[in-house]
């Protein structure tokens, strides 16, 4: 009995040592112009430029597949941002993708909200809150304003309303920078 004991926990050590040193050695490092050209996208995984998210657009560009000019959300400051990092020259947005908008920010009108839970399946950030049968809600810091939420609502009960970012700053969605124009509400 203590000899199998022996055995299996000197199996394990050996295996153990493989696998650390198989980790070490055959360690996969990212792109790092695939980070900072994902640093610089603006994160609403709204999929306008025929990509799943910003990460795999990122990555395509820094294979060189696709141009830097395919990103409504971000604008014309992300194709800016891209060229001045990737030293290639700015190309005006790609109006097949979409056209630049304002920042917007999903708004739940919690009287006609049936709790269905369609847009929280639909949200590709978690930004919406909720449960089914309840009411929702959006958390403003967490919401892109993607509009990916709309198509989904059976009660039109989302609106989408403009924000205006703080001074000095392009970056998108920097919650800290952004402040609500919602007009005549109290």
Wanted: proline content about 9%.
């Amino acid at each position: 009995m203590l000899t199998a004991i022996l055995a299996i926990t000197l199996l394990a050590l050996i295996l153990g040592l493989v696998l650390g040193f198989a980790a070490i050695r055959f360690k996969v490092e990212g792109d790092p112009i695939a980070d900072q050209i994902d640093k610089i996208l603006p994160q609403t995984q709204c999929g306008q430029c025929s990509f799943a998210g910003c990460r795999p657009y990122a990555e395509a560009i820094a294979a060189g597949e696709v141009d830097i000019n395919r990103c409504p959300p971000g604008g014309e400051a992300t194709i800016h941002a891209l060229a001045d990092l990737l030293e290639v020259e700015f190309k005006p947005l790609d109006e097949e993708c979409g056209v630049e908008k304002p920042k917007m920010l999903a708004v739940i009108d919690e009287d006609r909200c049936i709790g269905c839970t369609l847009c929280i399946q639909a949200c590709p950030v978690d930004a919406i809150l909720g449960a089914a049968k309840h009411m929702h809600t959006v958390i403003a810091s967490e919401c892109t304003g993607c509009e990916l939420c709309l198509p989904p609502c059976p009660v039109d009960c989302i609106d989408m309303v403009e924000t205006k970012p703080k001074p000095n700053t392009w970056r998108w969605p920097d919650p800290a920078h952004i402040d609500l124009k919602l007009g005549d509400q109290p």
